[in-house]
C-alpha cells in the first residue's frame, strides 16, 4: 500500500499518513508557465496499492484536473489498484437538474474520474448519498457523524439539555443519525429559499425552549443559513446554538459572517484544507477526521468492512 496527495490539503495527508506510519509517497504535482498541470511519479508503483488523497476543494477545476492526471499516471504506471480518496466532493450539490436545461455535473465528474481510471472512491458525507451510484466503481461514503458525537459528548457535560436541530427538512437524516447517538430530541428549521445563495428562516418546528442547540450540516458555503438558522432559534428562546458542519467551503466572506453572528461556535471538519482567515476566526474551530480516513484506507487495503467503522 502507498498513500499519495495532491495539492489541495496536504495537512490532513500527512495527518492520515502518521495514522498510517506510512511516508506519503514521492510525486510531484507542478504546473507549466501557462498552467497546465504535469505529474511525475518519483517512485516504482508497479502492482502496488496505491490511494491519491485530494479534495476537489477551491480551486476546485484545479484540484478536480490535478487528481484526474494522477490517476491517469498511476494507471500508466501498473499501479494494482488506484483508490480516490476525496474528502471533500466537488460539484456534490449539482446531482439533479433542478430546471430545465441544466446539467447533472456530479455525474459528469463520478464519470471522469472512473474513466480516468480509478478502480475505487473512498469519500466523506456526500450532500447525496444517491451518489455513490453516479459511480460504475465501488464508492465508499463516510460519515462524520461518530467524530461530531465524541465531541458533543466531550464538549457537554450533561446531554439532557441539548436539542439536535436540522437546518432544513432534506438534512433530517443527518441530523436523526447524530441525535440517536446522543439520546437526544430533533427539531428542525422550515425554511424558504427566495433566490440561490439567500435563504430565509420561516419555522422552527419541535419545542427548542431552554436549549442548547446543536446545527448539523454536511457544507456550509456562504454561511447565511447558518446564520438565519441560529437567530431564529435564540428568537424562539434556545439558550445556546452551536454548528457542527462537515465541510467547511466556507467562501466569499462567510468568514467574517460567521465570526459576527450569534453562533456559539461553528465545529468544521479539516476536509477542506482551512483558511488561514479561518484559523484565525475565534468561534469556529476544526476536527480531525484523520483517523476517520486512515482507518478506512488501512481497512480497504486489507479488504475489510469499512461500514463496521459505523456499527
Known sequence: MKLFAGNSNRVLAEAVARYLNLPIGKASVRRFADQEIFVEIQENVRGEDVFILQSTSFPTNDHLMELLIMIDAFMRSSARRVTAVIPYFGYARQDRRASGRTPISAKLVANMITRAGANRVLTLDLHAGQIQGFFDIPTDNLFAVPVMARDVKAKYKQLGNVMVVSPDVGGVVRARALAKRLDAQLAIVDKRRERPGESEVMNIIGDIRGK????????????????????????????????????????????????????????????????????????????????????????????????????
Open 212 to 311: 442548547d442547540c446543536i446545527l448539523i450540516d454536511d457544507i456550509v458555503d456562504s454561511g447565511g443559513t447558518l446564520c438565519n438558522a441560529a437567530d431564529a432559534l435564540l428568537s424562539n428562546g434556545a439558550t445556546s446554538v452551536t454548528a457542527y458542519i462537515t465541510h467547511g467551503v466556507l467562501s466569499g466572506g462567510a468568514t467574517a459572517r460567521i465570526a459576527g453572528s450569534k453562533l456559539q461556535e461553528l465545529v468544521i471538519t479539516d476536509s477542506i484544507q482551512p483558511t488561514s482567515e479561518v484559523s484565525a476566526a475565534a468561534n469556529i474551530r476544526v476536527l480531525s477526521i484523520a483517523d476517520l480516513i486512515g482507518e478506512a484506507i488501512s481497512r480497504t487495503a486489507t479488504e475489510q468492512s469499512v461500514s463496521s467503522l459505523f456499527d
